[in-house]
């Protein structure tokens, strides 16, 4: 047994201060006890029971001025003194007379004796021998009364007996569920009272064979009621090993069987129908229906165009995380695992937290799809974004050219040197809504410098890196330059707008008062650089083609490995451009570690396991919270901060946030939105151009420019990657402008949809 307990408390009783008395109060500051000294009989009664000590020293010396057993006496009538120590001092005898008894102490409550010796190490180690042996057997008593209460409310019927199998204790559960009083259990053997005949017959003999070895044994076990009539139980029986290493005792734990499965969908029906019954299932329907069918849920949920109240709409956000319907089957065994911690003991559910730690840890989040009957569009799409690779070719190559010569990067320019028409565009870059097209355009193709230059100026990042304004000009100019502006979506622009994103969610005060300013920066430098020297082609296209990087990477995280191992090539390669020039080897490591992680959590074959992680370890945790606390849902309690703030979390918070960032297009105004679906739709025809020209396989058949309908396309990819991490997303950042973006934009290509037309935009009125 584990105790905290508060340094041991000791009293002396001495009339006068002497030399004996000052040896143990010395020895008690040595030993690290807090020390009281009382002179008479009553103010040491007051005294202890003012303080309640372990350890009390009468000076028996002598009874000039008040008898030690009358003084003792008066202690051990109280109350608090069953649980104390009382050491009489005595005095030393010749050497020629016969050592006095020591029972007329123990009868008047003394519990030893010590002949006084005023060497303070003779006082020291009495003290130690007392706080060792009787002190701290003591308190495991006093801990056993808070034990044996906590075991007569227990649910769950608790059976000890001893070695030999005699029934020392029940507790009232027990009573409850067999039927008999503990008075005609506790002091009989387990074999006089009566078995159930639906044991098979050799279970018994298993089960001592078992915990005579010192092992514990769990399993079903038919009991039979005094009734007669016979109970199917969960047993649980743990030997208690004692003095010597000998098992001492038998604790069994045993609660009725219940069929589980029933718990499980009691549980989780219950957990869908929370608040409006009707309402919820009714929204579950639509949501699971939207999937399948493509039926307009957005128009007809709380997301519609009259906004709902802030509170209404993150609950509607947690209550989504719930009921998430694209599941990977660990999500669902985790959801079944929980359910049956409800009605788990304590040392099952214990157990069961550590089995949900590993499965959150572990690399078990494929998702099941749909078969490609059902949508083409969308298995396409996620097969294609979710494959590293699918087959090599013999003899297809493709390699794509590093188009990054010096000679192409621009003259530098500082922010105070910005042309004053792009002044202007970045007085918006605070804003959701910032244009980063017009950007694009008044840059001539260089949003990245001039964005970069002012969000990196604005998170302080040249302070915390101790590099010069010029240095990072040199890099992100640098960095803009390793990205190809012939590519249609996979540009600058691109990496400019997740840049954008990833500074405006930092911004929002629950992920500004999670992260570090380490965090901070890293996240900005991965936004910029998440994309570098990107080919336009997907992962699964350069395996299949044998690419140069497929073979380096083996095939996995291809472009994500690349991207990041070149931003760092690129950054160390020349001093004027060294961003990291001046940081210290270890920040420069933790840093660089972070921003390594952040560029791999966009590759999207682990975009189920993120958003999985990040729902069950920080949405639903902190969602628990804040439904049991009496503070209003805006507050933060310090339970959710600790949830935030952990080290594993914080990781989960900036994979899921620059995972936000990377692909937050569709929450963008539907102009931008139209505008960047068009982009990437023109760079997927184009590999499915050059796939069918090089005799590749096609990984997204339905990406054909002459047959494509762009609108299911982004519904589909909406439906599976989007709308889920989003609500996650909403549920802790707070965003009600982005989901109102998406609910508009989601409504759009459906409508587009419904007509079927197959552009970005509506046909011209006839």
Not at 102 to 127: D, I, K, T
Not at 366 to 375: H, T
Not at 506 to 512: G, H, M, N, T
Not at 654 to 675: Q, T
């Given at each position: 047994?584990?105790?905290?307990?508060?340094?041991v408390?000791?009293?002396?009783?001495?009339?006068?201060?002497?030399?004996?008395?000052?040896?143990?109060?010395?020895?008690?500051?040595?030993?690290?006890?807090?020390?009281?000294?009382?002179?008479?009989?009553?103010?040491?009664?007051?005294?202890?029971?003012?303080?309640?000590?372990?350890?009390?020293?009468?000076?028996?010396?002598?009874?000039?001025?008040?008898?030690?057993?009358?003084?003792?006496?008066?202690?051990?009538?109280?109350k608090?003194s069953?649980?104390?120590?009382?050491?009489?001092?005595?005095?030393?005898k010749?050497?020629?007379?016969?050592?006095?008894?020591?029972?007329?102490?123990?009868?008047?409550?003394?519990?030893?004796?010590?002949?006084?010796?005023?060497?303070?190490?003779?006082?020291?180690?009495?003290?130690?021998?007392?706080?060792?042996?009787e002190?701290?057997?003591q308190?495991?008593?006093?801990?056993?009364?808070?034990?044996?209460?906590?075991?007569?409310?227990?649910?769950?019927?608790?059976?000890?007996?001893?070695?030999?199998?005699?029934?020392?204790?029940?507790?009232?559960?027990?009573?409850?569920?067999?039927?008999?009083?503990?008075?005609?259990?506790?002091?009989?053997?387990?074999?006089?009272?009566?078995?159930?005949?639906?044991?098979?017959?050799?279970?018994?003999?298993?089960?001592?064979?078992?915990?005579?070895?010192?092992?514990?044994?769990?399993?079903?076990?038919?009991?039979?009621?005094?009734?007669?009539?016979?109970?199917?139980?969960?047993?649980?029986?743990?030997?208690?090993?004692?003095?010597?290493?000998?098992?001492?005792?038998?604790v069994?734990?045993?609660?009725?069987?219940?069929?589980?499965?029933?718990?499980?969908?009691?549980?989780?029906?219950?957990?869908?129908?929370?608040?409006?019954?009707?309402?919820?299932?009714?929204?579950?329907?639509?949501?699971?229906?939207?999937?399948?069918?493509?039926?307009?849920?957005?128009?007809?949920?709380?997301?519609?165009?009259?906004?709902?109240?802030?509170?209404?709409?993150?609950?509607?956000?947690?209550?989504?995380?719930?009921?998430?319907?694209?599941?990977?089957?660990?999500?669902?065994?985790?959801n079944?695992?929980?359910?049956?911690?409800?009605?788990s003991?304590?040392?099952?559910?214990?157990?069961?937290?550590?089995?949900?730690?590993?499965?959150?840890?572990?690399?078990?989040?494929?998702?099941?799809?749909?078969?490609?009957?059902?949508?083409?569009?969308?298995?396409?799409?996620?097969?294609?974004?979710?494959?590293?690779?699918?087959?090599?070719?013999?003899?297809?190559?493709y390699?794509?050219?590093?188009?990054?010569?010096?000679?192409?990067?621009?003259?530098?320019?500082?922010?105070?040197?910005?042309?004053?028409?792009?002044?202007?565009?970045l007085?918006?870059?605070?804003?959701?809504?910032f244009?980063?097209?017009?950007?694009?355009a008044?840059?001539?193709?260089?949003?990245?410098?001039?964005?970069g230059?002012?969000?990196?100026?604005?998170?302080?990042?040249?302070?915390?890196?101790?590099?010069?304004?010029?240095?990072?000009?040199?890099?992100?100019?640098?960095?803009?330059?390793?990205?190809?502006?012939?590519?249609?979506?996979?540009?600058?622009?691109?990496?400019?707008?997740?840049?954008?994103?990833?500074?405006?969610f930092?911004?929002?005060?629950?992920?500004?008062t999670?992260?570090?300013?380490?965090?901070?920066?890293?996240?900005?430098?991965?936004?910029?650089?998440?994309?570098?020297?990107?080919?336009?082609?997907?992962?699964?296209?350069l395996?299949?083609?044998?690419?140069?990087?497929?073979?380096?990477?083996?095939?996995?995280?291809?472009?994500?490995?690349?991207?990041?191992?070149?931003?760092?090539?690129?950054?160390?390669?020349?001093?004027?451009?060294?961003?990291?020039?001046?940081?210290?080897?270890?920040?420069?490591?933790?840093l660089?570690?972070?921003?390594?992680?952040?560029?791999?959590?966009?590759?999207?074959?682990?975009?189920?396991?993120?958003?999985?992680?990040?729902?069950?370890?920080?949405?639903?945790?902190?969602?628990?919270?804040?439904?049991?606390?009496?503070?209003?849902?805006?507050?933060d309690?310090?339970?959710?901060?600790?949830?935030?703030?952990?080290?594993?979390?914080?990781?989960?918070?900036?994979?899921?946030?620059?995972?936000?960032?990377?692909?937050?297009?569709?929450?963008?105004?539907?102009?931008?939105?139209?505008?960047?679906?068009?982009?990437?739709?023109?760079?997927?025809?184009?590999?499915?151009?050059?796939?069918?020209?090089?005799?590749?396989?096609?990984?997204?058949p339905?990406?054909?420019?002459?047959?494509?309908?762009?609108?299911?396309?982004?519904?589909?990819?909406?439906?599976?990657?989007?709308?889920?991490?989003?609500?996650?997303?909403?549920?802790?950042?707070?965003?009600?402008?982005?989901?109102?973006?998406?609910?508009?934009?989601?409504?759009?290509?459906?409508?587009?949809?419904?007509?079927?037309?197959?552009?970005?935009?509506?046909?011209?009125?006839?």
């Open positions: 047994m584990r105790l905290t307990r508060e340094p408390q000791v009293l002396l009783v001495f009339a006068k201060e002497d030399s004996q008395s000052d040896a143990f109060w010395w020895a008690c500051d040595r030993a690290g006890f807090r020390c009281n000294i009382a002179r008479t009989a009553e103010s040491a009664v007051e005294c202890f029971l003012d303080k309640h000590h372990e350890i009390i020293v009468v000076d028996g010396r002598h009874s000039r001025y008040f008898e030690p057993e009358a003084v003792c006496r008066l202690i051990r009538a109280t608090p069953e649980n104390t120590v009382i050491l009489a001092v005595v005095p030393q010749p050497a020629d007379q016969d050592e006095p008894s020591v029972l007329p102490l123990l009868c008047a409550g003394f519990s030893r004796r010590f002949v006084e010796s005023s060497s303070v190490s003779a006082c020291y180690n009495e003290l130690l021998q007392i706080e060792h042996g002190v701290r057997c308190f495991k008593l006093r801990a056993c009364n808070s034990v044996f209460t906590a075991l007569e409310h227990c649910h769950e019927a608790v059976e000890i007996t001893s070695e030999d199998h005699i029934i020392q204790y029940v507790n009232p559960a027990f009573e409850r569920m067999m039927g008999y009083h503990k008075g005609e259990l506790i002091g009989k053997e387990l074999t006089e009272l009566p078995k159930s005949d639906k044991n098979r017959a050799d279970l018994l003999d298993t089960i001592n064979t078992c915990i005579k070895k010192g092992k514990e044994w769990q399993g079903m076990y038919y009991a039979r009621k005094k009734s007669g009539d016979s109970v199917q139980q969960h047993v649980k029986i743990t030997p208690v090993v004692g003095q010597g290493g000998k098992i001492r005792h038998f069994a734990i045993k609660r009725p069987h219940v069929d589980n499965n029933n718990q499980v969908h009691r549980f989780q029906k219950e957990e869908r129908c929370s608040g409006e019954h009707s309402q919820s299932e009714c929204h579950s329907l639509r949501h699971r229906d939207r999937r399948k069918d493509s039926i307009d849920a957005r128009s007809l949920s709380s997301r519609g165009s009259d906004a709902p109240s802030l509170q209404n709409r993150r609950y509607s956000s947690v209550a989504r995380i719930h009921s998430m319907t694209i599941e990977a089957p660990i999500t669902k065994v985790i079944i695992i929980n359910a049956a911690q409800e009605n003991p304590v040392t099952v559910a214990e157990a069961l937290d550590r089995v949900l730690e590993i499965l959150r840890t572990t690399e078990l989040y494929s998702p099941q799809l749909a078969s490609k009957e059902d949508d083409p569009h969308t298995t396409d799409l996620v097969g294609g974004l979710m494959s590293d690779g699918l087959r090599r070719l013999s003899g297809n190559e390699v794509f050219c590093k188009n990054m010569s010096q000679s192409q990067l621009a003259i530098p320019v500082t922010l105070n040197d910005v042309p004053a028409p792009i002044a202007e565009m007085k918006d870059e605070e804003c959701w809504e244009n980063i097209l017009e950007l694009e008044a840059t001539h193709k260089r949003p990245l410098t001039y964005l230059l002012k969000i990196f100026t604005g998170f302080g990042v040249c302070d915390f890196l101790s590099c010069s304004e010029a240095t990072l000009r040199s890099w992100l100019q640098l960095m803009e330059a390793s990205y190809h502006s012939s590519n249609s979506y996979h540009n600058s622009t691109h990496a400019a707008d997740v840049l954008h994103a990833t500074a405006y930092l911004r929002k005060e629950r992920v500004k999670s992260l570090e300013q380490l965090d901070e920066v890293a996240a900005l430098i991965a936004a910029t650089v998440h994309d570098v020297d990107h080919p336009g082609r997907t992962n699964s296209f395996c299949n083609a044998g690419s140069e990087l497929a073979i380096l990477y083996n095939d996995t995280a291809v472009l994500e490995s690349h991207h990041a191992a070149l931003a760092f090539q690129l950054t160390v390669r020349d001093s004027k451009s060294n961003i990291f020039k001046n940081t210290d080897r270890n920040q420069f490591r933790t660089r570690q972070a921003i390594i992680d952040m560029v791999l959590a966009t590759e999207m074959t682990r975009h189920f396991e993120h958003v999985s992680k990040f729902v069950n370890s920080i949405n639903k945790p902190m969602a628990a919270i804040e439904e049991t606390s009496t503070s209003s849902v805006n507050s309690c310090e339970g959710q901060a600790n949830i935030r703030n952990s080290p594993e979390n914080r990781l989960l918070i900036k994979r899921m946030l620059i995972k936000c960032a990377d692909v937050a297009n569709p929450c963008r105004p539907l102009e931008l939105c139209i505008e960047w679906a068009g982009r990437i739709s023109e760079e997927y025809f184009a590999q499915t151009d050059e796939e069918k020209t090089q005799g590749l396989p096609v990984v997204m339905v990406f054909d420019r002459n047959t494509c309908s762009v609108p299911k396309s982004q519904i589909s990819f909406m439906d599976y990657f989007i709308t889920d991490m989003f609500d996650a997303w909403d549920a802790f950042a707070s965003l009600p402008g982005l989901m109102e973006h998406l609910s508009e934009n989601y409504k759009y290509w459906k409508g587009l949809d419904e007509m079927k037309c197959k552009s970005l935009r509506p046909p011209p009125p006839s």
